[in-house]
């Protein structure tokens, strides 16, 4: 007989694979249909990319909302509803503002002299305020991250997950793919699977905040409870 804790794993799984099935069927009808038709549905303003972004932001209304709600856990939610808005405007190439003669996210930016100082003490700022946001999500949430992988946890397990899908994509957009129909849509598809993980890490994540040290505090107490 299956335990609790392996019944919830195979729910987990199962939620992970209906969205790569999805995702794998997305890929082969916009390969199938051909460049001249998927490429419309891969596009900046196509469906694809579209629903990549509303996904990111009913997730980021969503940890909003929670962090609003749960003060028990208000800063890790906080933090997360600040990077997943982070991921969602960089998803959607806020980065690539077309006033500005460069990307504000390159160094290069801020050596040339044509740009007015204004413009790169403004996005310096905030270059920097999405750095520290990430840092410090990173920082507060590694141990718990790995103790709850350890635990079979949804929020961390989709998490992993996420990052995965995340990271392959990202491989797809900056190697030889990227010059493919196929590579491209491969990216697009894996971002839009992404996004829904990333929904799922947020409707599972803890709404009560428990450090590392006193989970294993706790372990040696529960031991000997059920010894007795």
């Known amino acids: 007989m299956k335990t609790p804790q392996k019944q919830q794993y195979d729910r987990i799984l199962q939620l992970i694979t209906i969205w790569f099935v999805m995702g794998a069927a997305m890929l082969l009808a916009l390969t199938y249909s051909g460049p001249e038709v998927g490429e419309a549905y891969i596009a900046d303003e196509g469906l694809v990319q579209m ?26 939610l906080g ?19 077309e006033f500005l003669s460069e990307h504000y996210t390159l160094l290069k930016f801020y050596l040339m002299p044509e ?25 507060r949430m590694a141990g718990p991250t790995l103790r709850d992988l350890k635990r079979a946890e949804p929020w961390a397990i989709f ?15 900056r190697t030889w793919l990227n010059s493919t129909f196929a590579g491209r849509s491969f990216e697009e598809v894996a971002e839009f ?30 031991a000997s409870a059920k010894a007795a």
């Open 51 to 76: 629903g990549t972004l509303v996904i990111l932001v009913v997730a980021t209304l969503s940890a909003a909302t929670l962090a609003i709600r749960c003060p028990q856990n208000r800063v890790n």
């Open 79 to 97: 933090l997360l509803a600040c990077g997943l808005a982070i991921y969602a405007g960089r998803e959607h190439d806020l980065h690539r503002l």
């Open 115 to 139: 740009i007015p100082l204004w413009q790169k003490l403004f996005f310096g700022a905030f270059v920097i305020s999405v750095i520290a946001i990430i840092a410090t999500f990173v920082l």
């Open 159 to 173: 998490g992993l997950a996420w990052f995965t899908t995340l990271t392959a994509s990202q491989i797809s957009d």
């Open 193 to 222: 699977v992404a996004a829904g993980l990333a929904l799922m890490v947020v409707y599972h994540f803890p709404r009560v905040a428990l450090p590392v040290a006193a989970t294993t505090k706790l372990a040696p107490q529960a």
